[in-house]
């Protein structure tokens, strides 16, 4: 029976208050993960509540026929705070029929057409992983691997100067080293220790939870039969970048290799400015010690294609940890004559305990035990660069069974349900059902939804409760279009995805389309670069402070940072759904 709802006054006052900047912006209509679920997945839309709220029901039609497959009532109007706008529910987890729909809803847009069915993230999974292929450094990406977006060699890195900052006894300023390989690290052609860290951590433990997928995902990059998988294979291109950044005299690693200044929006061949790395500290020695102790658990099965990277890989951690312990806080000061990116940060106990949980991990010895197990700050809910306590977490409760002592792993399993309890608090509270809390829209919120989406498949993987899942589940379809713009914020993929990321190869290429399978930053009410940009953002809300266009950098830029944890939920869903 179909039943009318009338909203409250309050409410009714508030959608007619929504600022006219919301409205420029434009309803989305229906909004739906653009690609779509797996039979067995929760399955939500969000409906634009509609000034009269007189709209009660909702239908799922096939998208060929336009026939109806399913119906139900929407939920009860409420303005979610991000949007400034009134929402509704429309839960269709009882459709579980492979096939291709939409949802309707009267007097709204239908929203794009999704698919129900087997495999509807491997496509997107395979064009987020061959992202960072298209992203290396140091070599020429050639037709058969890059298709359209073939290029040029560009920074091989052979010729690295040691800036003044990070000059040593044998390593004065004006050295000439070599450090190839490795990711540009975001729309810059940069190469950052810090953001490597959990960019490549996040990659190996994708790899590490959901070897099965990614056994049978074949992706295509250079080394493809080499008897390693496709994404190992290229998280060592990165890996084999990191090893160069150590001093081999004390065991310190740069913070990052740069140019002065960053290049103009040109191909990676016109790009020829002096390269130099700058100053050595103390959070670039722990994410690279993390990192490389997590490396050499999950590369060791793989031994056998280069005898002793593991052993080589951990011994090269336990090198940084040991410096980063005699300089303990050596933190990052952008010399005057640099001007890219800084990745500073003015805390490092929680890389601290990010290394000695890695390395306890790795080799077992007391000397890292303390650090490692040790109770952190109540209230994280999702790890970042420059909060890494988490991955610890993760690796602690992964590999439980290999610590002498497996109750090292309670405190870490305590704090990752506790985190993944609150994200399920706000997904269920949330108008708009999803984790995501006011303060998480800054820059690069999609990246914050996906890692929170991470932790609660932590938390699921612990218990196989079923609101964990279904709660990451929520995150992840917001990036794929469950939001009142209505848009995909992965390039390629969706009705609506951006078109214009801030990425110098996307722009300087001559090819309409950017590169597909880019994770773009997100919606981002503190418009940093409001001032470099010729074009207004179209709202300040903060779901609806967005602007597709190669100027903003502060809501339209790519990372590696922010496409990891893509990879990862990606294959969670797939790995842990029917």
Known sequence: MYRSVRPSIALACALLAASSAALAAGAAGVEVNQLGFLPGAHKLAVVPAGADGAAARFAVVDAGSGKTVYEGALGPAAVWD????????????????????????????????????????????????????????????????AGPYARALGHPDDHVLVHASAASGKRPAGTVIKSPKGWYDAGDYNKYIVNSGISTYTLLVAYEHFPAWFDG?????????????????????????????????????YHKLTNKTFDGMVMPDRATAPRYVVQKTTAAALDFAATLAAASCVLAPFDKQQPGRSQRFLAAAESAWRWAVRNPAVLY????????????DEKVDDEFAWAAA????????????ARAVAAGPAGQTAPGWSDVRPLGWISLVQRRAQLRNPADADAAQRQIL???????????????????????????????????????????????????????????????????????????????????????????????????GWL??????????????PVAYPAAQPALSYLDNACSYASNEVAINWNAPLVYVAAALQSLQR
């Open 82 to 145: 991000a949007s400034g706008s009134a929402v509704r529910v429309a839960d269709f987890s009882g459709l579980r029929t492979e096939g291709r729909y939409r949802v309707t809803v009267a007097g709204q847009a239908d929203s794009p057409a999704f698919t129900i069915g087997a495999a509807p993230y491997r496509a997107l999974d395979v064009a987020a992983v061959r992202a960072f292929t298209l992203q290396r450094a140091g070599m020429a990406l050639d037709a058969r691997i």
């Open 217 to 253: 995902l074949a992706v295509g990059v250079p080394e493809s039969g080499n008897g390693v998988p496709d994404l190992l294979s290229e998280v060592l291109w990165n890996l084999d970048w990191m090893v160069t950044m150590q001093d081999p005299d004390d065991g310190g690693v």
């Open 333 to 344: 000061r952008q010399p005057a004559d640099i001007q890219t990116g800084t990745y500073g």
């Open 358 to 369: 890695e390395l306890y991990v790795a080799t077992g010895k007391d000397e890292y035990r």
């Open 418 to 516: 506790a985190a993944a309890d609150t994200l399920v608090a706000r997904w269920q509270a949330s108008p708009a059902r999803l984790p995501m809390a006011l303060s998480d829209f800054v820059w690069g919120s999609n990246a914050v939804a996906l890692n929170e989406a991470l932790m609660l498949v932590q938390a699921y993987r612990i218990t196989h409760k079923a609101a964990y899942l279904d709660a990451a589940q929520s995150a992840f379809d917001y990036t794929l279009g469950r939001n009142p713009l209505g848009t995909s914020y992965v390039t390629g993929f969706g009705a609506r995805s951006p078109l214009h990321p801030h990425h110098r190869p996307s722009e300087a290429d001559g090819i309409a389309a950017p590169l597909p």
């Open 520 to 533: 773009v930053g997100g919606p981002n009410p503190g418009q940093q670069d409001r001032k470099d940009c």
